[in-house]
């Protein structure tokens, strides 16, 4: 993992404790977007899709946010209630990396952000204890319940959340072209990328991969 300046690899550390406990959440998804993002701090719809989040308990901005590249595997799996077509997941055991975005936020807001990920209701502080003593906790069978530690930055722990089954066991499906442009406006934003970078990147994912070419990419993102 090459997270950027003062990042550590490796799991270890003491389990946050507290809502105001910080921690970072490593986006690779469509929460690369900030204005994305931002729709579950808030609440609202996010541009492009079709449902509302309620938002979180603590709504303000996060404090940081660092580009990120992740030891793994984007793919396209599933149906998006929100984008239509297949959801981006994250394989930590597949080749990589990943680019991501990592947000400096507190245990509070990662925990009801999580729970907007697994259509649940926000409002319940997650147990880190298990994700940082082995580097995975899964919490449900389906969507984002596997919670990901991906690492460390500044001492705090990295976190994400995937599908438990990975991507030997996923249901590919492609991404729709709202999905796809929420993307590649948070890797611009995240990595500097221009279009036609980040066209070949998504075109080559499992789940696109075979359904979208760069061209094709290329003219979505247009």
Not at 101 to 108: E, I, K, P, S
């Given at each position: 993992?090459?997270?950027?300046?003062?990042?550590?690899?490796?799991?270890?550390?003491?389990?946050?404790?507290?809502?105001?406990?910080?921690?970072?959440?490593?986006?690779?998804?469509?929460?690369?977007?900030?204005?994305?993002?931002?729709?579950?701090?808030?609440?609202?719809r996010?541009?492009?899709?079709?449902?509302?989040?309620?938002?979180?308990?603590?709504?303000?901005?996060?404090?940081?946010?660092?580009?990120?590249?992740?030891?793994?595997?984007?793919?396209?799996?599933?149906?998006?209630?929100?984008?239509?077509?297949?959801?981006?997941?994250?394989?930590?055991?597949?080749?990589g990396?990943?680019p991501?975005?990592?947000?400096?936020?507190?245990?509070?807001?990662?925990?009801d952000?999580?729970?907007?990920?697994?259509?649940?209701?926000?409002?319940?502080?997650?147990?880190?204890?298990?994700?940082?003593?082995?580097?995975?906790?899964?919490?449900?069978?389906?969507?984002?319940?596997?919670?990901?530690?991906?690492?460390?930055?500044?001492?705090?722990?990295?976190?994400t959340?995937?599908?438990?089954?990975?991507?030997?066991?996923?249901?590919?499906?492609?991404?729709?072209?709202?999905?796809?442009r929420?993307?590649?406006?948070g890797?611009?934003?995240?990595?500097?990328?221009?279009?036609?970078r980040?066209?070949r990147?998504?075109?080559s994912?499992?789940?696109?991969?075979?359904?979208?070419?760069?061209?094709g990419?290329?003219?979505?993102?247009?």
């Open positions: 993992m090459r997270p950027g300046p003062g990042a550590a690899a490796g799991h270890g550390g003491a389990p946050a404790a507290g809502s105001g406990a910080l921690v970072w959440y490593a986006a690779y998804g469509s929460n690369l977007h900030a204005p994305r993002l931002a729709r579950y701090l808030l609440g609202g996010p541009e492009g899709g079709a449902l509302a989040c309620p938002g979180c308990r603590d709504p303000r901005p996060p404090l940081r946010d660092v580009p990120v590249l992740l030891p793994g595997l984007l793919y396209f799996a599933t149906e998006s209630a929100v984008w239509g077509g297949g959801r981006g997941f994250y394989d930590p055991d597949a080749t990396p990943a991501g975005r990592a947000y400096l936020l507190t245990l509070g807001q990662f925990s952000i999580a729970a907007q990920e697994m259509y649940r209701s926000p409002g319940t502080d997650l147990d880190l204890t298990g994700v940082l003593a082995t580097g995975r906790a899964t919490l449900g069978p389906g969507r984002y319940e596997t919670l990901v530690h991906a690492g460390e930055l500044d001492g705090l722990p990295l976190l959340l995937t599908a438990p089954t990975g991507l030997a066991g996923a249901d590919l499906n492609p991404p729709s072209a709202a999905y796809l929420t993307l590649a406006a890797l611009a934003q995240a990595h500097g990328w221009d279009s036609r980040t066209a990147y998504l075109a994912r499992p789940g696109a991969a075979g359904h979208w070419s760069a061209q990419v290329l003219e979505a993102l247009a």
